[in-house]
T-cell receptor
Framework: GAGVSQSPRYKVAKRGQDVALRCDPISGHVSLFWYQQALGQGPEFLTY????????KSGLPSDRFFAERPEGSVSTLKIQRTQQEDSAVYLC??????????????FGPGTRLTVL | QKEVEQNSGPLSVPEGAIASLNCTYS??????FFWYRQYSGKSPELIMS????GDKEDGRFTAQLNKASQYVSLLIRDSQPSDSATYLC?????????????FGGGTRVLVKP
């Protein structure tokens, strides 16, 4: 089966614009994660979904960041009023089954966001 | 102190030699440990997972875990130029709210022909 897919792969936004990033997890994976990776650093956790429930959003850096997964499959990360410090690669990962320790997470190709 | 620490490198290794990468973590509640490989401009690719103390081998890769010392390592035997990448150590602390990964900053490895 296909891996995790993300779109768009690249996004350039003007400061103040809203953006929406999409993630399509591996089929059947109930757990979905969003991470942010700045240049030269490791990924940092943003938020976690188990099916449609957002169980952990402790990593979202501000209330401008919002994520949803309404039907428990595709997820969208939305950033409102983008700022230059939001420039990063946004990675989506999925794993199965839900919530068990040791579940391996598989990453999508990422969306590189550049805010001008 | 960062939760997961790695030497940023670069670690320069001759082709055919063993590359040794180290990672330390601070939370004793950590239960699962992963090594990801990340090529420049690409996303992380899972190469090893380890959950109990000792060694785990998979092909040219060996992961070693010592929970008492809060230390996990990765050995790459017979290093090839294609192994040149950044290697990310990731740690999972299982909680009811999910099993997010905490990453180190990565070690850049350069394998020279």
């Amino acid at each position: 089966g296909a891996g995790v897919s993300q779109s768009p792969r690249y996004k350039v936004a003007k400061r103040g614009q809203d953006v929406a990033l999409r993630c399509d997890p591996i089929s059947g994976h109930v757990s979905l994660f969003w991470y942010q990776q700045a240049l030269g650093q490791g990924p940092e956790f943003l938020t976690y979904f188990q099916n449609e429930a957002q169980l952990d959003k402790s990593g979202l850096p501000s209330d401008r960041f919002f994520a949803e997964r309404p039907e428990g499959s595709v997820s969208t990360l939305k950033i409102q009023r983008t700022q230059q410090e939001d420039s990063a690669v946004y990675l989506c990962a999925s794993s199965s089954p839900a919530g068990e320790p040791g579940n391996e997470q598989f990453f999508g190709p990422g969306t590189r966001l550049t805010v001008l | 102190q960062k939760e997961v620490e790695q030497n940023s490198g670069p670690l320069s290794v001759p082709e055919g030699a063993i590359a040794s990468l180290n990672c330390t973590y601070s939370d004793r509640g950590s239960q699962s440990f992963f090594w990801y490989r990340q090529y420049s401009g690409k996303s992380p690719e899972l190469i090893m997972s380890i959950y109990s103390n000792g060694d785990k081998e998979d092909g040219r890769f060996t992961a070693q875990l010592n929970k008492a010392s809060q230390y996990v390592s990765l050995l790459i035997r017979d290093s090839q130029p294609s192994d040149s990448a950044t290697y990310l150590c990731a740690v999972n602390i299982f909680k009811a709210a999910g099993n997010k990964l905490t990453f180190g900053g990565g070690t850049r490895v350069l394998v020279k022909p």
